[in-house]
């Protein structure tokens, strides 16, 4: 999957920056962010949609993210009990949907052990996608997150096609086209039980006529063995993504020792390079925190990245203190917005292809002062 295409031009005011160049692995024109004139600048990731507005992964989500101005929206997909990939950060669902009130669902709650962890609830591999559709999304964080709760019950656990099918919408709509980031949740469990994602998210990608080069579609996972074998299947680019600490849950089902951290220096992220255009690492691995909790420097991450021919689009930005470094904090009050614009300007400087984030509107903003248009 790597084949090595140039796909533009590194202007003064971004080498300034400290900007990369757009020269990379398996990289696409559309794939680019949004054009200022010759520019290309970084992208704006709609994570689980506009999910600081709305509760995360439903369509009204993923619609608030691109009529934001999202270049993407990012599904992570789980499997049903029959089969069909649907839209949840896991497949325990007691915290993002209102199955605990479903009194017909209360033998469905089951205590498993996912990627090593012990979780008691209820899963979606148990329930067919038709009982799913009885469910309604509720708010992950509503101490955080009170305004968001105002949707609760409203919305539908939708399927990928569901989603696909709004991206194609709205791109109509909009007059310009909105790229999918999905996420393949846990492979390694969903193998295990015998519900494996990624033929169905191959077979999803093929049937829209999203399975080509020049499509705007990124696939995203935590795991390297199912991204090292969907670069064989998919043509699309693909990104590894790092965790501050860790290792990948399929290295460690195989007792293999590396961990995130071997898969982000120079060697390994040359051999990333090798099936993936990009990584997406936790946004402290490009620039930590220091031991008071403010933005510290950079570390070499993005440079090392960029030097193996890897994009680097790191999650997760969000306009709450409660997920902000220290220095760009409002108040002591965890849910109050703080500076999120700061630490936005800080991560575009250290030269990231494109951020994650729960606030569009914002990292959209925050680019436009950051690279304005010619
Ligand atoms: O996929 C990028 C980012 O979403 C990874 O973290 O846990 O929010 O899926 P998570
Ligand atoms: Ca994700």
Redesign the pocket.
């Known amino acids: 999957m790597a084949a090595v295409r140039t796909i533009g031009v590194a202007v003064s005011a971004l080498a300034l920056l400290g900007v990369a160049t757009m020269t990379s692995a398996s990289a696409s024109p559309d794939q680019g962010g949004e054009r200022h004139g010759q520019q290309a600048v970084p992208l704006v990731?709609g994570?689980?949609g506009a999910s600081g507005y709305r509760p995360e992964h439903t369509l009204a989500s993923y619609e608030l993210a691109a009529r934001m101005g999202a270049d993407y929206i990012?599904p992570?997909l789980v499997s049903t009990k029959d089969g069909v990939l649907v839209a949840r950060?896991e497949p325990e669902i007691g915290g993002t949907t209102d199955v605990a009130k479903h009194t017909e669902f209360a033998d469905r709650k089951k205590t498993k052990v996912l990627d090593g962890v012990t979780l008691t609830g209820w899963w979606t591999e148990d329930f067919t996608l038709a009982e799913l559709k009885t469910l309604r999304a509720v708010e992950r964080i509503p101490e955080l997150r009170q305004e968001n709760t105002i949707f609760n019950g409203r919305y539908q656990v939708p399927t990928f096609q569901e989603v696909i099918d709004l991206r194609k919408r709205l791109s109509r709509e909009l007059g310009r086209e909105i790229g999918i980031?999905p996420?393949t949740?846990h492979p390694t469990y969903f193998r295990s039980i015998g519900l494996e994602l990624e033929p169905k998210l191959v077979a999803t990608l093929e049937r829209n006529g999203l399975n080509r080069r020049d499509a705007k579609v990124f696939v995203?996972s935590?795991e390297v063995g199912n991204l090292r074998s969907l670069s064989r299947k998919l043509r699309v680019p693909l990104?590894q993504?790092t965790s501050a600490s860790g290792a990948p849950y399929d290295f460690v089902a195989a007792g293999d020792k590396r961990t995130y951290a071997d898969l982000v220096t120079p060697a390994g992220l040359r051999e990333v390079a090798g099936y993936a255009y990009g990584i997406?690492p936790d946004k402290n691995q490009v620039i930590p925190r220091d031991a008071a909790g403010n933005l510290a420097q950079p570390t070499a991450l993005v440079g090392n990245a960029h030097a193996a021919g890897l994009k680097v689009?790191p999650?997760?930005f969000r306009a709450e203190n409660n997920f902000l470094p220290v220095n760009f904090r409002s108040s002591a009050v965890p849910s109050e917005y703080g500076d999120l614009f700061g630490e936005l300007a800080a991560f575009w400087k250290a030269g990231v292809d494109g951020v994650?984030t729960d606030n569009t509107d914002i990292a959209v903003a925050s680019r436009a002062e950051t690279f304005p248009r010619r």
């Open positions: 990731l994570h689980r990012e992570d950060h980031y996420e949740k995203q935590f990104i993504l997406g689009h999650y997760t994650f």
